[in-house]
């Protein structure tokens, strides 16, 4: 979901955290008020040749989106 100019992620766990656009449109920067900033403090997007979200890196971890982005709230829908 967007929270102003950032978005809001949301893990499996219900725990979320914001997360703030940078200068490349993939790669967000973490806020610090994500239970794993010590680990990253950055997320790179991934997406296929149509620019369908495909998941989330962070700290050389691969997150596949589980489900589609609702385009009218941004947020994963997870069946």
Same mark, same amino acid.
């Given at each position: 979901?967007?929270?102003? *100019?950032?978005?809001?992620?949301?893990?499996?766990a219900? =725990?979320?955290? #914001?997360?703030?656009?940078?200068?490349?449109?993939?790669?967000?920067?973490? #806020?610090?008020?994500?239970?794993?900033?010590?680990?990253?403090?950055?997320?790179?997007?991934?997406?296929? #040749?149509? *620019? *369908? +979200?495909?998941? =989330? #890196?962070?700290?050389?971890?691969?997150?596949?989106?589980?489900?589609? +982005?609702?385009?009218?709230?941004?947020?994963?829908? +997870?069946?």
């Open positions: 979901m967007k929270d102003g *100019n950032g978005l809001m992620w949301e893990n499996k219900g =725990v979320s955290w #914001s997360l703030w656009p940078t200068l490349n449109p993939l790669v967000f920067q973490v #806020s610090n008020d994500c239970p794993y900033f010590d680990l990253y403090q950055s997320v790179v997007f991934e997406v296929d #040749s149509k *620019n *369908n +979200i495909l998941g =989330v #890196s962070a700290n050389n971890e691969f997150y596949k989106l589980e489900g589609k +982005i609702d385009e009218e709230s941004d947020k994963a829908v +997870i069946p």
